[in-house]
């Protein structure tokens, strides 16, 4: 009986991980349109999809994709520190070369993008929205994308098809060659974030990654840009 009732949870579990994929991808592709107002509700129906698909299937907690309370242990995981600490440096190199390339216009294209979510003349409430969006993001697209989908299909294509998706999800109006140096920049990012998180099993991991990675490219962009 038990069997059976866990037969069942899976297979719901399977088919509500595979529609809310969908959605995201479906509200995601909108930014096509750099105009749409929608593809942003893809972080949101990733989170709701999450728990949902966590309570169907009854997952434990130690094998839960969100566990605040093994941090510790799940950053000492051999080589996630080391991961961590690369999108720092990859948002570095992103904005040198990008201004260096587009003569100073690809700081000022990210921050356009991004200052309609972020506070940049309000520090406190900056650090907020940081920390808020980072943890949404990476609960949907590493959480429920990334980790409720290799359940189903290979990691290699859930890496690179929830990549593709968040890195889409960037996409802003402006010149086609900043456009796509942008969301190519995102995109690595995304594969950085997934491979901690394979290595963690903890998108709260993910997400101080995620944190430290933005907060590094702020510093910059104030200070030298």
């Not at 930014?31 to 593809?39: D, F, G, L, T």
Request: contains cysteine.
């Amino acid at each position: 009986m038990k069997n059976q009732q866990a037969m069942e949870n899976n297979k719901k579990s399977v088919a509500l991980t595979m529609i809310g994929v969908a959605i995201m991808i479906l509200l995601t592709g909108t930014k096509v349109a750099p105009s749409s107002n929608i593809a942003g509700y893809s972080v949101f129906v990733g989170i709701a999809a999450f728990f949902i698909v966590e309570a169907v299937s009854k997952t434990p907690n130690t094998e839960s994709g969100l566990r605040l309370n093994t941090i510790v242990e799940d950053i000492k995981k051999p080589g996630v520190f080391a991961w961590v600490l690369l999108p720092g440096v990859s948002g570095i190199v992103s904005l040198v070369v990008g201004n260096l390339i587009f003569s100073g216009a690809f700081v000022a294209h990210v921050m356009g993008r991004t200052s309609s979510i972020l506070s940049f003349d309000k520090t406190a409430l900056l650090i907020g929205q940081v920390i808020i969006a980072a943890f949404g993001e990476e609960i949907a697209y590493r959480g429920f994308f990334l980790g409720k989908g290799m359940k189903i299909f290979p990691f290699g294509i859930c890496v690179v098809v929830s990549s593709l998706t968040f890195a889409a999800g960037h996409i802003a109006a402006g010149n086609i060659g900043l456009v796509v140096y942008d969301v190519a920049s995102v995109f690595i990012d995304s594969l950085i974030f997934s491979v901690i998180y394979h290595k963690s099993g903890n998108c709260v991991i993910s997400t101080l990654s995620h944190i430290f990675g933005n907060a590094i490219s702020l510093v910059v962009v104030f200070l030298f840009f």
